[in-house]
């Protein structure tokens, strides 16, 4: 098992802070040679073409487009999605299209990262079980990532007659996501609760 060193730890707090400050990436020299290893070890971190991405934000377009205020960022998946305004302490706006129809869909959350109840019915979460690759030699977001999708109402009551994957609604997603992405949020001083 890897320990995360005091260093490795500021630095992935200094990561953190910088996605959800400026909505950026770093680059991959920005961190000390010794924590840019260990936080890739890991998976808590990812270079994307030279660039962090840093679970729940992704330097590259994945459909998943979340709004804080005036920027934007991506998203890894849609569980990731729901997890950045808990993660930043900011209120944003969920837009991405349905993975198997295109529709689009978009979702309001608050910065204690519940959601606008107004928005729910709406869209779901398909989980479904066609992962990329073997998850303990790639990154979770080029494994698991992409099989965790918004989907519509209509797409969602079809999937679950057929069995496809497993659909959530998006509270118990978010649910998933905010438990999921509570280290972070207390890495960067924010209230749990």
Request: with cysteine; aromatic share 6%.
């Amino acid at each position: 098992m890897l320990a995360l060193s005091s260093h490795a730890l500021q630095d992935y707090r200094r990561l953190i802070e910088h996605w959800c400050d400026s909505a950026s990436p770093l680059a991959t020299d920005a961190l000390s040679s010794e924590s840019l290893h260990t936080l890739l070890a890991i998976d808590a971190v990812v270079d994307q073409s030279g660039q962090l991405g840093c679970y729940p934000f992704s330097v590259l377009p994945t459909g998943i487009q979340v709004q804080l205020g005036d920027r934007s960022v991506h998203a890894m998946c849609a569980i990731d999605a729901l997890a950045v305004s808990r993660v930043s302490g900011q209120a944003s706006r969920i837009v991405a299209p349905c993975a198997l129809c295109e529709t689009q869909l978009a979702l309001g959350m608050h910065a204690n990262g519940s959601l606008h109840e107004v928005m729910m019915p709406e869209a779901a979460v398909l989980w479904t079980d066609e992962t990329q690759g073997s998850c303990g030699t790639n990154a979770c977001c080029n494994t698991l990532c992409p099989s965790i999708r918004f989907v519509c109402r209509s797409c969602a009551e079809i999937e679950s007659k057929d069995q496809e994957g497993d659909i959530f609604t998006v509270p118990q997603a978010a649910v998933i996501a905010n438990a999921f992405f509570g280290f972070q949020a207390r890495l960067c001083g924010l209230e749990i609760g």
